[in-house]
């Protein structure tokens, strides 16, 4: 059963949008099941090698940082956006990253975007140096100290 339907759920969804976006009918359904099969079987050829963290309390700690960094994030980028009187600069900044394994580049990845300004604009993985774009940039190696020792190292303790 798991070789006809490698992600049962993904193609019981990918058929229920078929049918909510299709009439409603016997060749629809056989179409739609079709369908939603073969992107099964080509999630299935596509699909990364699980990975698992050898340490899971370096994650519970870095939720922690995260969302205390999220938090404090927000309100200093709305001060700043409703005229806290201090002039921003916003810039680039190069980090040299440490990191190789890419379920925890891709965890970093999420980590610095979903934090309120800024954002992860490209990574280049000959050289591990990731470029980052800072909404209020007042000191670059205070940002390459942050990403290394504050989120990077925690990734790397718990990955490897």
């Known amino acids: 059963m798991r070789r006809l339907l490698p992600h049962p759920i993904l193609s019981l969804g990918l058929l229920g949008i078929w049918l909510l976006l299709t009439r409603l009918s016997p060749g629809q359904a056989v179409l739609g099941s079709a369908a939603a099969v073969v992107a099964g079987w080509a999630f299935a050829r596509i699909e990364p090698e699980a990975q698992r963290p050898r340490a899971v309390w370096p994650l519970v700690r870095l939720a922690g940082i995260v969302f205390r960094d999220i938090l404090r994030s927000n309100y200093a ?15 680039f900044v190069h980090i040299r990253l440490r990191l190789k394994n890419r379920l925890a580049l891709g965890m970093l990845a999420v980590i610095i975007t979903a934090t309120p300004g800024t954002a992860w604009l490209e990574y280049d993985e000959e050289t591990g140096i990731l470029l980052l774009h800072v909404f209020d940039m007042v000191d670059d190696a205070a940002w390459q100290d942050l990403i290394a020792n504050r989120y990077e190292a925690l990734l790397m303790e718990a990955f490897g």
Do not use: Y
Not at 77 to 91: F, I, K, Q, T, Y
């Open 77 to 91: 980028v709305a001060r700043l956006l409703a005229g806290g009187g201090r002039h921003r600069r916003s810039s």
